[in-house]
C-alpha cells in the first residue's frame, strides 16, 4: 500500500533563524558597500580602503584635513592661544593646509591622485583664503552649504536627464530592483539639500562652537543616520541571490 503524498504542510519546516541570518549578512554587505560607495560621493567624507595595509594610509588621506579642522579649533579654544572668535579662522587656515598635504600624501604613498581631496583642495583652499584674508569665517561655513548643494543639485540634475549615478556607482555592492534607483537617488538628493539647509540656519544663528559641533557630527552621523532610515526601502528593493536564481528559472522554464 503507497503512501499518499506528502502536502505543503509537511514539507520540512524552514529555518527561520537561518533565513534571518543570510538576509542579515546581505544587508550588512550591501550597507557596507553602499556606505563606501556614497562616501566617495561627499568630497569631505570618503573612506574606501583598497586593502587592509592600506587603511591607515587611506583613512589619514580621506579624514586628515577634517580632523586637523576640529583639532586645530579645539586647542585654540581650550589653550586660548587666541581670541576666541580666531579660533575658526586659525582652523581653517590647518583644513587648508591638511588638504594640501592629503593630497601630496595621497599621491605619494599611493601613487595616484585621491580625487576626494583634490575636490576637497579646489573649493576649501579659495575659501581658507579668504577667511585667513578677510578674518570672516563665513566663507569656511559656507563652503559646506557649497559642497552638498553641488551634490545634491548633480543627483536631481541626473534624475531629471533619467540617468542612474548611483547605480553606476553602486551596482556592484548594492543589487536593487530597476524602480528603485530613482527613488534612491532622490532620497539622497534631498538628504544633502536639507544638509545644506541646516547648515545655513546653524551657522547663520549659532555660535562658532556649536557650528563645529553640528559640522563634525553631520559629517560623520548624517550619512550613518540616513542608511539606517533607508534600511527598510533597501530590505524592500533588494535583489537576493535566491531571487536572482528564480528568475534564471523562470526564464529556462
Given at each position: 500500500?503507497?503512501?499518499?503524498?506528502?502536502?505543503?504542510?509537511?514539507?520540512?519546516?524552514?529555518?527561520?533563524?537561518?533565513?534571518?541570518?543570510?538576509?542579515?549578512?546581505?544587508?550588512?554587505?550591501?550597507?557596507?558597500g553602499a556606505?563606501?560607495?556614497?562616501?566617495?560621493?561627499?568630497?569631505?567624507?570618503?573612506?574606501?580602503?583598497?586593502?587592509?595595509?592600506?587603511?591607515?594610509?587611506?583613512m589619514a588621506v580621506d579624514y586628515g584635513p577634517l580632523i586637523a579642522f576640529g583639532l586645530t579649533f579645539l586647542v585654540y579654544k581650550l589653550l586660548k592661544i587666541?581670541?576666541?572668535?580666531?579660533?575658526?579662522?586659525?582652523?581653517?587656515?590647518?583644513?587648508g593646509a591638511a588638504s594640501l598635504i592629503a593630497l601630496i600624501a595621497g599621491l605619494i604613498m599611493e601613487k595616484r591622485i585621491a580625487w576626494i581631496p583634490l575636490v576637497s583642495c579646489v573649493i576649501t583652499i579659495p575659501m581658507t583664503i579668504?577667511?585667513?584674508?578677510?578674518?570672516?569665517?563665513?566663507?569656511?561655513?559656507?563652503?559646506?552649504?557649497?559642497?552638498d548643494v553641488l551634490i545634491g543639485?548633480?543627483?536631481l540634475g541626473a534624475l531629471l536627464l533619467k540617468k542612474q549615478p548611483l547605480k553606476v556607482l553602486l551596482g556592484d555592492a548594492l543589487k536593487l530592483k530597476d524602480a528603485a534607483w530613482p527613488r534612491l537617488t532622490l532620497y539622497y538628493a534631498l538628504f544633502y539639500l536639507a544638509m545644506a539647509a541646516v547648515n545655513e540656519v546653524v551657522w547663520r544663528t549659532q555660535?562658532?562652537?556649536?557650528?563645529?559641533v553640528w559640522k563634525m557630527g553631520s559629517m560623520i552621523g548624517g550619512p550613518v543616520l540616513l542608511s539606517i532610515c533607508l534600511l527598510p526601502f533597501l530590505m524592500k528593493n533588494m535583489?537576493?541571490?535566491?531571487?536572482?536564481?528564480?528568475?534564471?528559472?523562470?526564464?529556462?522554464?
Open positions: 500500500m503507497s503512501l499518499p503524498p506528502k502536502s505543503e504542510s509537511d514539507a520540512a519546516p524552514v529555518d527561520l533563524a537561518k533565513e534571518i541570518r543570510e538576509g542579515d549578512r546581505i544587508v550588512d554587505k550591501a550597507l557596507a556606505a563606501e560607495k556614497f562616501g566617495e560621493i561627499n568630497p569631505e567624507l570618503a573612506l574606501k580602503p583598497d586593502a587592509p595595509k592600506q587603511n591607515h594610509v587611506k587666541a581670541p576666541e572668535k580666531d579660533a575658526l579662522i586659525w582652523a581653517s587656515g590647518a583644513l579668504l577667511t585667513v584674508l578677510t578674518h570672516d569665517p563665513m566663507f569656511v561655513k559656507i563652503k559646506m552649504t557649497i559642497v543639485g548633480i543627483l555660535s562658532d562652537s556649536v557650528w563645529m535583489i537576493t541571490d535566491r531571487m536572482s536564481d528564480e528568475q534564471v528559472t523562470d526564464k529556462d522554464a
